[in-house]
């Protein structure tokens, strides 16, 4: 199972690269052969606004993008910037075209200051993939500055999540690759336009 | 006009772009004047084809190509007067086979065109159409001017306009053989797929992205082209852009080009001039290095009848634009001979109305269509 985690912390270290490995192993531990592959969009972040002004991705981002919409699942995690995803994970995300994370089993995550900004993650993060037609597990994670001093609470929750995504990931085959859309041979295409007389 | 087995061409969008080096922008009246003023260097150097994009909002001018390349055609003897792109979406499919027919006459065959569907989605509300409609417009409108171009009397019934009833449109294509399409797509294969049912050229205007996106697109449309039985796909006919900035060092070509690089419209305020040209068909370097990265092209989209470069946007001046059409004359015996070797007799030379006419082409085009 190829589990891609997508990151978009931007200092080092990083509150959210360390919420994004916390779910990486509670999902490897759940998942049979889970093979995990982290991609820091701060390392893509010229490249991200490239793509954005040139319509095409530059080699590295492409091979990223590629990972991410071939994966089995997605574990998501952005920093909470203003009430919403950072901007640099919505640039990355708005990069995916709309069909290719359907069906996808997706945990996401957010970290911020302070606790009040959580449920951003379902009035934002959750919506988005939704879009998407992935399929998000029930369990958000959300981390505060205070959840990192206290034993209480994160890890349940990195834990249920994890299971979730596990539980999503059991029996099913690896993904396969998205099929290239279909041609409408142009007869069809003709035809579509004829008018339509009733018969009189 | 002898034959070619490559046209080299310039294609302009007309767009009235600052000189970021000097902040001062053309009048559009300026602008209109120099994109004869190319199309007449055009010619002298030697090339054989001259393409106006057609627009219908600022910045750009041309929204008027028929009258533009009327104008043309009266000052020139030589070049094809073409279009990048008609909008085959938005004009009314019978002005556009009069509009063409009438250029024909008065350019002595030298024309032929490029519908597409603009880069502007609000053009359609200007025009009285739906833009989601795209492709269904593209389809039909097409469908009808192939059919006014072969057929007198026409009585038509579509889903986009109101129908005909023994309608002839005036005058008639020159030498009963309609103008060459070339039918011009950057992402859809519903267009591809158009262009090989009727055996018409599929230009694929690569200029921006990277090759792989064109090769699957130019493959799909010979591999239709053979299914729909026009030839191999060998056969089928292939047009491509470029783009280029030369001087005789490659060092002085880079340095005066970057300021117009790092704002150009289309993709300034990104990536570096280093990186775009490493992936995409841009060259800013040495008159060599432009025949070299000319000559990969078709490595990578197989032999083709038609090359048309950029050479006027992103607000470069009138002179360096005449200037970079001087060093391409310079090159152009190179690109031809090197384009030439190698390619298989079997391999159509790019469309020309004599040819055309000496092929019956009419007949047979409503045989296969």
Known sequence: MNIVVVTAGLSVPSSTRLLADRLAAAVGDRVDGADLRVIELRDH???????????????????????????????????????????????????????????????????????????????????????????VVPTSVYAASEDWGNTDGLDTRVARAAGELAGLLTGRAPS????????????????????????? | MSTTSTQFGIFTVGDVT????????????????????????????????F???????????????????????????????STSTTLITTNDPVKIAEDFAMLQHLADGRVDLMLGRGNTGPVYPWFGKDIRMGIPLAIENYALLHQLWREENVDWEGRFRTPLQSFTSTPRPLDDTPPFVWHGSIRSPEIAEQAAYYG????????????????????????????YGHGTPEQAYVG?????????????????????????????????LEDFTDQTPLTVGS?????????????????????????????????????????????????????????????????????????????VEEVSA
């Open chain 2, 18 to 49: 600052p000189d970021p080096t000097t902040g001062r922008a053309p009048t559009e009246h300026e602008r209109i004047k120099a994109m004869v003023a190319l199309a007449l260097k055009a010619e002298e150097i030697g090339l054989d084809v």
């Open chain 1, 45 to 135: 972040a010229k490249d991200i606004a490239n793509h954005l002004v040139t319509g095409f991705p530059p080699p590295s981002l492409r091979e990223a993008l590629d990972a991410v919409v071939s994966s089995d699942a997605l574990i998501a995690v952005t920093p909470i910037f203003n009430a919403s995803y950072s901007g640099l994970f919505k640039s990355f995300f708005d990069l995916i075209e709309p069909d290719a994370l359907t069906g996808k089993p997706v945990i996401i995550g957010a970290t911020g200051g302070t606790p009040r900004h959580s449920l951003a993650l379902e009035h934002a993060v959750r919506p988005l993939f939704t879009y998407l037609h992935a399929v």
């Open chain 2, 200 to 227: 018409d050229g599929f230009f694929a205007n690569n200029i921006f992205w990277p090759k792989e996106h064109f090769q699957r697109l130019i493959g799909l449309y010979r591999d239709r082209y053979a299914h």
């Open chain 2, 240 to 272: 491509v852009g470029g783009q280029f900035f030369m001087r005789k060092n490659s060092q002085d070509a880079v340095r005066e080009f970057r300021p117009y690089f790092d704002n150009a419209p289309v993709y300034g305020h990104g990536p570096s």
């Open chain 2, 287 to 363: 008159p060599q290095e432009v025949i070299d990265k000319t000559l990969t092209f078709r490595e990578s989209f197989g032999h083709y009848q038609r090359q048309l470069f950029l050479v006027d946007h992103a607000g470069l001046p009138l002179k360096t634009a005449l200037e970079q059409l001087d060093q391409l004359g310079e090159i152009l015996p190179t690109l031809r001979a090197e384009m030439a070797s190698g390619r298989p007799s079997t391999v159509p030379d790019a469309p020309t109305h004599a040819a055309r006419v000496a092929a019956g082409s009419r007949d």
């Open chain 2, 51 to 81: 393409a106006s994009g057609e627009h219908h909002n600022p910045p750009f001018v041309p929204s008027s190509p028929t009258t533009m390349l009327g104008f043309i055609a009266a000052r020139t003897s030589r070049i094809i007067l």
């Open chain 1, 176 to 200: 396969p690759r998205p099929a290239e859309p279909e041609l409408i041979p142009f007869e069809a295409q003709l035809a579509a336009l004829r008018p339509q007389r009733s018969a009189n």
